[in-house]
């Protein structure tokens, strides 16, 4: 079975400044992918980033990185100069074998 | 727009009677899933879809019921609704393969049940 842990209590970060949300996982299977969505108060639920189990590199897009760190099983969201507009709730998930499977989410709140 | 839309948004139903959500999608895609949240558990999934007639379940599937007999559309069935069910379901679409692709929402169907 596969299964997302999102520990952090809800967040804080001064606006500009770098925060990481916390996601580890578990699975026995060597391939599966690794998703960060973002989930405004508004509700819709929206990509952010990528990572495939077998990806060498950290997937980046835009301000978003992913630190994957495989024997570790985590999958840490870096945001970089962090705007009020990153307020939300933020979900970490993982696709293995068609499922998606989704760990309880993260509440970060920016500071102006 | 992933070209996704559910119906209805929102419903209020009484306890006993059935409810049947519906996940249209004009993308084409091969994967479909549902999903219920709720405060405190996160986006659960509840059954998906592998192809038309092709489904499984999720973590959560008691109580639910699925079909897929085109690829646009994918129905939720709550045979008799109880309390328990009073959620936000998400439709989700796509994916690539067995662990790639992203995934695209619809707007979520408020579901209460009194």
């Known amino acids: 079975a596969q299964k997302i842990t999102q520990t952090q209590p809800g967040m804080f970060v001064q606006e500009k400044e770098a925060v990481t949300l916390d996601c580890t996982y578990d699975?026995?299977?060597?391939?599966?992918?690794l998703f960060w969505y973002k989930q405004p108060s508004s509700g819709e639920m929206i990509f952010l980033i990528y990572q495939g189990s077998y990806d060498e590199q950290n997937a980046t897009e835009g301000r978003y990185s992913l630190n994957f760190q495989k024997a570790r099983k985590s999958a840490n969201l870096v945001i970089s100069a962090s705007q009020l507009g990153d307020s939300a709730m933020y979900f970490c998930?993982?696709?293995?074998?068609?499922?998606?499977?989704f760990g309880k989410g993260i509440t970060l709140s920016v500071r102006p | 727009d992933a070209g996704i839309t559910q119906s209805p948004r929102h419903k209020v139903t009484e306890t006993g009677t059935p409810v049947t959500l519906r996940c249209h999608q004009t993308e084409n895609h091969r994967y479909m899933y549902w999903y219920r949240q709720d405060p405190g558990h996160g986006l659960r999934l509840i059954h998906y879809s592998y192809g038309v007639k092709d489904t499984d379940k999720g973590e959560v599937s008691d109580g639910y019921s699925v079909s897929r007999s085109k690829t646009e559309d994918f129905l939720l069935t709550l045979e008799s609704a109880t309390s328990s069910q009073t959620s936000v379901y998400f439709c989700?679409?796509?994916?690539?393969?067995?662990?790639?692709?992203?995934?695209?929402f619809g707007e979520g169907s408020r579901l209460t049940v009194l």
């Open positions: 998930a993982m696709r293995v074998i068609f499922r998606l499977t």
């Open positions: 989700a679409i796509g994916g690539q393969g067995n662990y790639g692709g992203e995934l695209f």
């Open positions: 699975t026995s299977d060597q391939s599966y992918g």
